[in-house]
């Protein structure tokens, strides 16, 4: 499909962001497109069958704060069902790798790094300043490395490079569900409706004229009004421009650049011998580590999660790195009998993903106020989503859902005054 030659509303990217700002519009008498690069919907929200019996969520694969998640109840009225079992990060530990009081210490010191935070946050804020949260780690303390660890995999980078405001504005219930045929399947069912074209890359929006001209892979069209929800990282290198250039809304993607957090799952042979739904780490005393999900929803699979630059540095050694680096930490925890168990399925690559180049956003230290800039409107014809516009469900795809409904609604205002 070709885009129209116009229409009222543009909206680039069919992530979470432009399918909620879509949503919004659907009954609003616009005219309206989604301009999306990719061959498929739902950008870093993505499931795939990696075996017969192994459903993966190459993407987001769980509800955060699923008591304030819109996307539950998107998943009810489409009938998807969802998993409410509490997840097995804190409590559902496996194997004499982490001891029992050695994960007991270790979360208690998590904890008391977050108290940390949280009181230095408020100080700040008041103060008027920012810092690297990595400030509020305890001098010596031996669990430092693993808590940079929890950040890679929570922010996508390392605390040095989190802003302290940023990480205390994030909103987090502590209830997480899942969606049993996968998060990213929802979402491209939640697109069903959506007025679409695929392999269609923006590479320039002009604003200098009346009508927005917005030229794509697929030739030129004009708008009225373009809202914008593609990954900061593509606005921050340029791979979409505006003419004429909006350097504050390049300097605020570039202030919230995409982290990485990536997943890989692995056959297991003889899943039976391992518990279902069990958590799996070790004591390991260095970020360069991984998290292991054992048989999610009891399928024959371990799921592994690698975050910042060590997640970086597997994707830059090439395919299967990441599965390699698990099956040997892995090896590492249960044994070497269990090389020959584990089988590689399928693995992200999201910094080597042309339309994402990361994961999701992390203000830098002193960035915080980024994601206010960027979702600012320009001039009531260029709309700003995405879950780095998010002031307090950023990273998540029902932020970014929620972006794109907000967008929409300042659409819709500029057009009733």
Partial sequence: ?????????????????????????????????????????????????AAPDVLFDVGCGWLHSADENTFVAIAERLGFEINRDLPPWRDRAYSKAFPPEDR???LRALSEFYDRAEMAAEQARSAGRDEPASLQLEAGNRWNPMIDAVSTYVNGAELDRVSLLDMDAYEDTEINWRVRRGYGALVAAYAADCPL??????????????????ETSKGTLTAGKAIV????????????????????????????????????????????????EANLRGA???????????????????????????????????DGALAAAAIDEIVSFLGSDFRRKLKPLAESRW????????????????????????????????????EATSPNFFSTAHGARDSGERAAREVLLTINK
Avoid at 298 to 314: S, V
Avoid at 365 to 384: K, Q, T
């Fill in 1 to 49: 499909m070709s885009p129209p030659s116009n229409v009222d509303v543009a909206i680039i990217g069919a992530g979470a962001a432009g399918l909620g700002a879509a949503d919004a519009l659907k009954d609003s008498g616009l005219s309206v497109i989604v301009l999306e690069a990719r061959d498929r919907v739902g950008g870093r929200a993505h499931t795939i069958q």
């Fill in 229 to 276: 929800t593609v990954p900061t990282n593509l606005i921050a290198d340029g791979i979409i421009c505006f003419h004429p250039a909006l350097p504050a809304k390049v300097d605020a993607a570039r202030g919230l650049p995409l982290g990485l957090a990536d997943k890989v799952t692995l056959a297991l042979a003889e899943p039976e011998a391992l518990p279902k």
């Fill in 351 to 386: 910094a080597h993903d042309p339309w994402a180049r990361g994961s999701y956003s992390h203000a830098l230290p002193g960035h915080a106020g980024d994601r206010a800039v960027l979702a600012a409107p320009v001039d009531g014809r260029l709309f700003f989503a995405g």
């Fill in 197 to 214: 074209v695929l392999n269609c890359a923006v590479t320039l929006i002009d604003h200098s004229a009346r009508r927005l001209r917005i």
């Fill in 104 to 106: 007991s210490q270790f």
């Fill in 284 to 318: 390991t005393m260095r970020t360069e580590m991984g998290a292991y999900h054992v048989r999610p929803f009891g399928q024959p699979c371990i799921d592994g999660f690698f975050g910042g630059r060590f997640a970086r540095q597997l994707e830059d050694a090439g």
